[in-house]
């Protein structure tokens, strides 16, 4: 009677702790997707607001590096008389040169000589000059007569005696309509160092006298500052709609996680339970192929995890990944999905060496530099070869140690492995992780995919990390593309690379083999040639 009260009330405690458990879940869900749409509301903002700062210094720091060549140029010539000749040379510089609207020759005097025009344009200074950390090379801020206005002045001197000054309008470091659109109440001061502003400009709805977020940058090359302010108000009423659409989600998705603990409620826990569905091949990859979407052909695939019960019910990650991230069951999950990867993939991607297949890594995996060896022993011995392996850095949760994680990808990258940073803009890391990490690919989320061409702000976010994207030098493929509208504009924006349903959904092996067998023609290998024996 003891032992079976004991066991009685030790049913009774597990009956109770389900119960809370299950009624945490219900609560905890629409909290959680609250607090963490609101982070997210307020991270987006600061990103967004940092990039643009940084959009606009490396454009002025191109265009001055730009002027500066041209300027270079312009005293390798020797002007002396200002005839038909020299302004047609000054007028050919200024043609070639993306950024000058005027190249002036200037005289010991101070006083301009000869330049492009012909005619004087009439400027008055209205700052004293700024010295650069080039000592023939100065700033300054003028005010030109005509289409041209406010402007930036530099002034290249050389050993010689002969001066050149050009003129680069304010409006081709900000352009006004850009802001305008935004319609977020977005404010940009760009200044010359140590005092002087060289362009305020302001979006409609004007600034707050205490914005709520601020962005700065500073150049390394020129005494130049640029600083965007944003108020939360503006971009809440644009974005607001994620936090009440988060809170309800995770109301509805606790109630029902609350729902599967009473029902689904056993003596062993979740974890003995995916570990013997592990041990009986239950988790199964899928594959959702990734399209070049100016030719239509197959560029490879991003394997996805499925758990397929013994019934034929397929569970989608979102009800599981999360405990196994938790417990450490991901780490073998990962290293079984790889493993059926590279077996039903290999002779197909051996006989196709373009294709690649990505795999989702968490925070959890750079924390340990064991996983380079995992993969290399997967594939290594593999017909997937390891320069066929496309790794995705996942931002569920943050990365705890930066440094660390970036030498695991660099140890990853001279296998030949590519990395990419996956849902771009919405995780924790944002644009700190893409400067940091050294990524090769960047995957534009699917939350900016959706407002593509319909909401503006999305738009100039979509046009920003694109932008970035090439002056970094990386690869952009977007997520989560569902129709042809969105094919279309991205297309016009330069992006070659999508996955989405309006391509296929996620697919079982079979089903893409079948596809890639159909579309990709196999790459026919030459037998390596034997060397004669000699008797």
């Known amino acids: ?24 879940l219900v609560v905890a869900f629409p909290l959680a997707s609250y607090l963490g749409a609101e982070t997210w509301l307020r991270r987006s903002l ?6 643009r700062a940084s959009v606009i210094l490396e454009r002025m720091e191109n265009s001055i590096a730009r002027a500066t060549l041209s300027l270079r140029d312009a005293q390798t010539t020797k002007i002396e008389d200002c005839s038909a000749d020299d302004r047609e040379t000054l007028r050919l510089l200024v043609f070639e040169s993306p950024v000058l609207k005027e190249i002036a020759v200037i005289g010991p005097d101070g006083r301009i000589r000869c330049n492009n025009i012909g005619s004087l344009v009439q400027i008055t200074p209205a700052s004293t000059p700024f010295a650069t950390r080039d000592p023939h090379l100065s700033l300054s801020i003028v005010l030109a007569r005509g289409p041209h206005g406010r402007a930036l002045r530099v002034t290249l001197s050389s050993p010689t005696g002969v001066t050149t000054g050009g003129l680069i309008p304010v409006a081709l470091f900000v352009p006004h309509g850009d802001i305008q659109a935004s319609n977020l109440g977005l404010a940009l001061d760009v200044e010359l160092l140590p005092r002087g502003r060289l362009v305020a400009v302001r979006g409609p709805g004007g600034i707050a006298d205490t914005p709520d977020v601020h962005g700065i940058r500073h150049s390394e090359r020129y005494p130049i500052r640029i600083q965007a302010t944003a108020s939360e108000g503006a971009w809440r009423q644009k974005h607001g709609w994620v936090v009440s659409a988060s809170a309800g989600g995770g109301l509805a998705f606790g109630l029902v996680m609350g729902a599967l603990v009473l029902v689904g409620w056993r003596e062993r826990g979740p974890m003995a339970e995916m570990e013997r569905a592990l041990k009986n091949g239950e988790f199964i990859p899928h594959y959702q192929p990734v399209v070049d979407i100016d030719t239509g052909r197959i560029l490879g695939c991003e394997a996805l995890v499925r758990w397929r019960k013994p019934d034929g019910t397929i569970i989608p990650p979102s009800a599981f990944i999360g405990e196994a991230e938790r417990s450490g069951f991901i780490f073998p999950l990962t290293l079984a999905i790889m493993r059926q990867a590279a077996e039903e993939l290999g002779p197909l991607y051996a006989a196709r060496p373009g294709l690649k297949c990505g795999f989702n890594l968490c925070a959890a995996h750079f924390m340990d530099e064991r996983i380079v060896a995992d993969v290399d022993a997967i594939f290594s011995r593999s017909e997937l070869k390891l320069t066929q392996v496309l790794l995705e850095v996942t931002e569920r949760d943050p990365l705890p140690d930066m440094d660390r994680a970036r030498a695991i990808i660099a140890k990853f990258q001279e296998m030949g492995v590519r990395v990419a940073l996956d849902d771009v803009g919405t995780g924790h890391g944002g644009m700190s992780y893409l400067l940091k990490l050294r990524v090769d690919v960047m995957k534009i989320d699917k939350l900016f995919i959706d407002a593509l061409g319909a909401e503006r702000l999305s738009t100039a976010i979509v046009d920003s990390l694109i932008d970035l994207a090439a002056h970094l030098n990386m690869e952009v493929i977007a997520e989560g593309v569902e129709t042809f509208e969105q094919v279309e504009a991205l297309r016009r924006r330069g992006v070659r690379s999508a996955q989405g349903y309006v391509f296929a959904p996620p697919l079982p092996g079979s089903s893409y083999r ?15 040639v034997k060397a004669a024996i000699r008797g």
Not at 46 to 51: E, G, I, P
């Open 514 to 528: 079948q596809l890639v067998e159909a579309m990709e023609p196999a790459v026919a290998v030459r037998p390596p």
């Open 1 to 24: 009677m003891t032992c079976g009260g004991v066991g009685v009330k030790a049913v009774s405690r597990k009956r109770g702790l389900v119960w809370l458990t299950a009624a945490l």
């Open 46 to 51: 600061q990103a967004h607001v940092d990039l």
